[in-house]
């Protein structure tokens, strides 16, 4: 990725949350609850063997660990002035228009099912709503502080997450097709390094916490977006 994308990419969020604390520090104001978003790119990807990735685990050292670290760091000073700092790290988020649903359901306009790699790489996703609705119920629930991952409690291979959206648009008149890794770096770039990796991240911290999902399983979130 070109350093001054990079740069742009960490800026417009650290300076966002500085800019926050600031606010907060330096002017009158009555807020006692401060949700921030950050993600799951804190994580890297999965080493075999390891479980799934908890709120305690340390930030990667690659480009997106370390951004993401940058981001919280920014806005970590609020916990420090009195309020209640939650951070949500969200997963890949499934939603009716655009993101990365709509990157998945490309090839499957020719009914195509398109499984990137060996396609055993693990997708911790979350349906829009939950994440909504997650938002929400950290705003309104005190006992809540500090870092959550916000991720649906059953991750997916992607092969699984592609063919379940296959069957869900197209039932059983679809085509499954590896695309193999060579020829997503051929065309990606590195960004291939993305869409190849595996990040299995838990939600038992939030649940933990009292919230509950209501699309808990892939099957349940594509039903609801991309059905017929």
């Not at 960490?10 to 520090?25: F, K, N, P, Y």
């Not at 499954?176 to 060579?182: C, D, G, I, L, T």
Request: net charge positive.
């Amino acid at each position: 990725m070109d350093r001054c994308l990079q740069k742009e990419i960490v800026d417009s969020r650290v300076q966002s949350g500085q800019l926050i604390a600031e606010a907060l520090r330096t002017l009158d104001n009555k807020i006692s609850t401060v949700v921030s978003a950050s993600a799951i790119g804190w994580y890297g990807a999965d080493v075999s063997g390891h479980p799934a990735f908890v709120e305690t685990d340390p930030a990667d050292a690659q480009f997106l660990g370390e951004t993401c670290r940058l981001w919280e760091a920014a806005i970590t000073p609020v916990a420090s002035m009195g309020r209640r700092l939650v951070i949500p790290r969200i997963g890949i988020v499934l939603a009716k228009d655009g993101g990365a649903l709509a990157e998945f359901k490309k090839p499957l306009q020719f009914r195509v099912a398109g499984v990137l790699g060996n396609g055993r790489q693990m997708v911790s996703w979350i349906h829009i709503h939950d994440l909504c609705r997650m938002i929400i119920y950290t705003l309104y629930e005190p006992s809540v502080n500090g870092v959550y991952n916000a991720v649906a409690p059953h991750p997916v291979s992607n092969e699984a997450l592609t063919l379940t959206l296959a069957k869900a648009m197209h039932g059983k008149a679809f085509i499954k097709m590896n695309v193999p890794e060579f020829v997503l770096k051929t065309m990606m770039g590195e960004r291939s390094v993305e869409v190849l990796k595996s990040t299995n991240v838990s939600a038992h911290k939030i649940q933990s916490a009292g919230f509950t999902f209501q699309f808990p399983t892939i099957e349940k979130a594509l039903q609801d977006l991309a059905g017929k």
